[in-house]
Every structure is written in C-alpha cells, then in structure tokens.
C-alpha cells in the first residue's frame, strides 16, 4: 500500500462490524475500492477476551477467538495498515481471573488489594452502615463525580460468608442461581413436596426481579434464613470493577498488557477512562489533580518500553481547557469538538466558529485524531464554553428530531452529556451534508478517524435500540453490516465519494502532522489550503449550499 502522510485516515469498527469477524473486514479492506484509503484500523476491545459493554469489560487481552485470528492481525499488517487498540485501565471484568481469585480466597487471595475495597479505602472517613459498608462523610465526597446514582459500590460475597464492598464506579448485575428441588433439600431438613413448592415460589420472585431479602415467603417463612444464605452463596456478578492503582499487582498488569498490546502491532493505544483511575479521599473522583498526570507519566514509561503511542481519552467541557493540558505533556488528544460544531455550522450555514477552533489547533500545535460518529455518541458536554448553552439545546433538539436520543448523566435535565445518532441522520440522510462534512473533516488538523457506519451512509437503527432494551441508545449506531449490506453500500455515490475524499487524503503529500495550514473565511466559503514540501492541496467549502471543490 502507498502511503505518503504520517496522520492518514483510520477506520474505527468492532471486529464484528462488517461481515462479522475480522476475516471478513480484511477481505473488504482488500477490494480495489479501498486502496490507499486507510492508514490504521482501530478495533474496538471486542477483539480481546471480553463479556459487556461491547468489549469495554475485558477478562484478558487474549484475542477473541470467536471474532478473530491473530492471522487476520498479520493480514492487516500485509494490507500496510496499522493498529489503534484500547487499554482499559480503571477496570476489569468481574470474571477476570484476578477477580474471580479474589471471590475464591478472599483475604487469602494474592489479589486481595487488586481491586479497591470500599471500606479499607474510606477507613476513618465514615460511619459503617447496617449493610455494611462505609457512608463517607459530606466533606470527603461533596466534589466526587460518580458515574450512576448512589455509591459506587458492589457487595462481595467473600468464602466466609462475609460480604465486602468494592469500589465498581460502570457496570453491575447480581445474579442469582435458581435453587432446584435437591438443591433446597441438600442445605435444609425439608420435605420433597415443600421444597418443590418453595423452590417454585423462590424461582417465581427471582425472575420477578426481587432480590433474596425481598422475598415474601408465607408460609415457608421458617426456612427463610436459611433460603437466603444459599442464594447468596452462590451468587454471581457481572461489571466492571475498579483497579486498586496503588498495587504493585495492578502496575505489573499494566505492563504485561502494553507488551501484548504491542506484540499484536499496535502502534497507538487508547487509554479508556483512564481519569477515573486515581482516587483519593476528598478529590472529585475524576480527574484527580495532579494524580491523573502522574498516572499518565508512569503509564507512558511503559509504553515507551514497548514503542507505543499513548491515546488518552477524556471529555471535558471546553473552557476547562483540558485538551491543552493534554497536549502540552506532549500526547495527542482526541478532537471531541469537531463532530458537534461541524453539525452547528453545517445546520448555521455559517462556518466561522469551525473556523476559530480549527485556528486554535494549529496555533497551540496540537496534536489531535479527529471524528464525526464513532461507537459512543456525538459529544455534547464537550461544547460548553465554545457554544452558548441555547446553542447546543437547539442542536439536541435538532438530533433528536431526526430520531437520535440524548444520554444525560443519571437522568438529570440539563446534565447532558452526549446524543446517541449515527452521524448521516444526524444531518438529516443527506448525502451532500455528509459529504460535505466529510471533505471539510479530511482536511481539519488531526489524523482523520472514520466510524464505519457513516462511510457507509447508516441510518438510526431503532430496532436495535428496542431489542438491546433499558440503556440500549447506543445501539442506534453500531449496526452489524453483512457483506451483501457492503456491497450495496458501495455502489451509492455518498460512499465513493467518500472513499474518493479518505485515498486523496491519505496519499496527497501535502498533508501531515508538521505541514503548513492555513485555514481562511471568506462568507460562507472556507478555504483549508495544506502545503508541505512544494507540495499543496486546497478546500473551499461553501456553507451556504454545501458545496465543495479541491485542488
């Protein structure tokens, strides 16, 4: 594969998103249609060994074998593409085997201090409660961000019977084993026709959603006590439990987890959530300061063992400004901006803000991968500070007229924090916006990030939202395309162009991470004129009827 610049295009997908498994991705990056079109491929953590989230509660960084073979990595590699992979470092699965050793063993468990146990964490800042955990007291949590309502805390039944509480800032379910007939009579003195009937009544409640505790048990009330300690005993879990990062353990995890990341080719790791990993009694919980730059320093030390670019993830509002913090420590950062101000423009027709940030990138030098749709939604929470408040309501307001959704942190109005659509029919299903909004993104400052969906023009999936039921808005974008859906794709003309605009960008000397830039407004039309070299590529872009030409 030819390519010229150091910041092409890279496509971002699930290793099941088109066709299926990873093979069948590699056939469609092999067609004539996609030569020279994409630099690096970032694979979403589905790949590895994983259970929820869509990959983002990882077991172990093994590759999945239901979804790929590490030949399909090589096949990659042979196609000239490179890899873009996450590293989750707040969390781990439930069933990772440092969790599930710390369940079987408990304190005698050589992962004991893995995980952050709640109450050794918040020991002499608050009173234990009857259920057992720790209420810290108002001055230790009045600034902390927590993800979900309530604590952050999931109940750990530990081989004694006692249950701990752990700190599990995502995910968390409780599940509990339906008793059977013997199973009742093996843990009590009952009778087989009472224990049938219990086990009916116990089974009955459970799927009704009711915890043990709530459990109306009538007349079998006697054999209450004893019903309970054998549901709890053999719960089980599923979520995402935080990494205690004071461990010794969790550090030699880290490493072994870059070196893997590496041997698969990685050349860029995206540190998921990486700003909750520091934690500390009285600090926000988020961004901790300057723990979070200390975590991301040690973190990169060993990255640079193993020739790694870090890719810290991270959404904050603009005028907090930490995109530059980001950036003067020397990492490339995400552009979370571009997606929303290219739809406020775009919808304004009216560029000038776009062109304001896109100035403000080039004059600060940094670094960025910019995106329009990718696997979690069009960042909002992310404009304040660059557009007024009405602004962005105007444009939610505009999405979810179209049939996109708004995910707002634990339910509050106004506490919003991204819309849920995929990109195409967040501009309406109009192939000139899109269009559009892709040749201006090919020549924004930044390696260009592509979601695999919008190449292909994907329309809200409302079904897939109805059948991933309660929490399931993201589905809306993340549609699983089979090969003959590629193949009909291809042949529209929103999608060749678009392949057309990703192969100039990626092949035209022009562009790179240390060309010259120049953005200029003149109207409506913004022209990007990139210059490297003797080498010059110009876009001039007319927001008032969408129109584009290059030279």
């Known amino acids: 594969m030819s390519k010229f610049v150091d910041n092409g295009p890279m496509l971002n997908a699930y290793p099941d998103s088109m066709g299926g498994t990873m093979k069948d991705i590699v056939d469609v990056l092999s067609k004539e249609e996609f030569k020279d079109v994409f630099q690096s491929f970032y694979i ?11 990959g983002f509660s990882v077991i172990d960084y093994g590759i999945n074998e239901e979804l790929a073979k590490e030949k399909d990595i090589e096949d990659l590699k042979n196609l000239g593409i490179d890899l873009k992979l996450d590293f989750i470092l707040n969390h781990a699965s439930v069933l990772s085997p440092q969790f599930q050793d710390l369940i079987k063993n408990g304190e005698n468990s050589r992962y004991k201090d893995f995980f952050i146990n709640w109450n050794k964490f918040w020991e002499g800042c608050g009173e234990m409660t009857p259920e057992g955990y720790i209420q810290p007291r108002e001055e230790y949590i009045k600034d902390m961000f927590f993800r979900k309502p309530g604590l952050p805390i999931l109940m750990v039944r530990m081989p004694d019977g006692s249950d701990v509480p752990y700190w599990n800032t995502f995910y968390q379910e409780v599940q509990y084993k339906r008793p059977d007939v013997q199973d009742l009579m093996d843990a009590m003195d009952i009778q087989y026709l009472a224990a049938k009937r219990l086990s009916d009544l116990v089974c009955a409640e459970l799927d009704a959603g009711k915890k043990p505790s709530e459990i109306e048990f009538g007349k079998y009330e006697k054999y209450k006590d004893k019903v309970i300690d054998l549901l709890e005993s053999r719960r089980r879990y599923l979520g995402q439990m935080d990494l205690n990062i004071k461990s010794d353990l969790v550090w030699e995890h880290y490493r072994n987890t870059l070196k893997a990341l590496s041997g698969y080719g990685a050349r860029i790791v995206r540190l998921d959530a990486f700003a909750y990993a520091p934690k500390e009694p ?29 890719l810290p993830e991270i959404h904050a509002s603009y005028s907090e ?3 530059e913090v980001v950036a003067s420590k020397g990492y490339m950062t995400y552009d979370f901006f571009l997606p929303g101000l290219l739809i406020y423009a775009i919808e304004n027709k009216n560029g000038e803000v776009l062109r304001k940030w896109a100035q403000e990138i080039q004059d600060k030098k940094i670094r960025v991968v910019n ?6 939604g069009i960042p909002l929470l992310d404009l304040k500070g660059i557009l007024p408040e009405e602004d962005i309501q105007k444009m939610i307001d505009t999405i979810v007229g179209r049939g996109g959704f708004v995910k707002d942190l634990h339910g509050a109005k106004n506490m919003y924090y991204q819309v849920n659509a995929t990109y195409y029919s967040a501009l309406g299903d109009d192939d000139k916006k899109m269009l559009f909004a892709r040749a201006i993104q090919m020549f924004m400052p930044g390696k260009p990030q592509v979601w695999y969906l919008d190449l292909f023009a994907g329309k809200n999936d409302h079904e897939a939202v109805k059948r991933a039921g309660a929490g399931g808005h993201k589905e809306i974008n993340r549609t699983n395309l089979t090969t003959e859906q590629i193949e009909e794709a291809l042949k529209k003309d929103v999608v060749k162009e678009q392949l057309r605009l990703l192969s100039f960008r990626n092949t035209n000397p022009a562009f790179g991470f240390d060309s010259n830039l120049s953005i200029d407004m003149n109207g409506t039309v913004m022209t990007f004129t990139w210059e490297k070299d003797g080498h010059r590529a110009v876009l001039e872009a007319d927001f008032s009827d969408y129109s584009y030409s290059i030279k």
């Open 44 to 54: 979403l953590p589905s790949i590895f060994n994983t259970d929820l989230d869509r």
């Open 282 to 310: 009285g600090k926000k919980n988020f961004l901790n300061e300057p723990d979070t730059w200390d975590v991301l320093e040690k973190v990169k030390k060993l990255a640079d063992e193993f020739g790694v670019s870090l």
């Open 321 to 323: 400004k930490i995109y």
């Open 371 to 376: 995106m329009l749709g990718c696997h979690d």
